[in-house]
């Protein structure tokens, strides 16, 4: 079908909106790439940076490491899912479009190809 929709089942995937997702994802994923290296390397605060002048010196400086190594290690945890989440939907993408090249194949004895006039090659049906 036109559009990269399908149906089977009753059923109908839109592989354009799979791969619209991934691609969001992997600009995300580009995103937080250049957010954790500012955690990581642009938010240092030495001790002598707060002073040691007032009794809570030593927290606030303990503090700041602390919540920084926290962002850090939940930029990393983001960075990973974001990857196993865009690569599943890269599979699941690609999945259907075999079973649609597939479908379409048998259906027209392999001449063709796979497409039909008008349809989008993006369109993927479970079989």
Same mark, same amino acid.
């Given at each position: ?6 149906? #089977? ?7 354009? =909106?799979?791969? #619209? ?11 937080? /790439? =250049? ?10 605060? $030495?001790?002598?940076?707060? /002073? ?6 030593? $927290? ?11 962002? $850090? ?9 974001? +990857? +196993? ?8 993408? +690609?999945?259907?479009? $075999?079973? =649609? ?8 004895? /392999? ?17």
């Amino acid at each position: 079908m036109a559009g990269g929709l399908t149906v #089977a089942d009753g059923y109908r995937v839109n592989t354009d =909106e799979l791969e #619209a997702v991934v691609a969001r994802l992997r600009n995300l994923q580009k995103n937080l /790439g =250049e957010t954790a290296g500012k955690a990581t390397y642009n938010t240092v605060i $030495e001790p002598s940076d707060v /002073g040691w002048e007032f009794p809570e010196a030593h $927290e606030l400086h303990s503090a700041h490491t602390q919540m920084k190594s926290s962002l $850090e290690t939940l930029i990393n945890n983001l960075e990973t899912m974001i +990857d +196993d989440f865009s690569g599943k939907t890269q599979a699941v993408t +690609d999945s259907y479009k $075999e079973s =649609e090249y597939n479908v379409r194949s048998s259906m027209d004895g /392999g001449v063709s190809g796979g497409s039909t006039s008008g349809s989008s090659n993006s369109g993927s049906r479970l079989s």
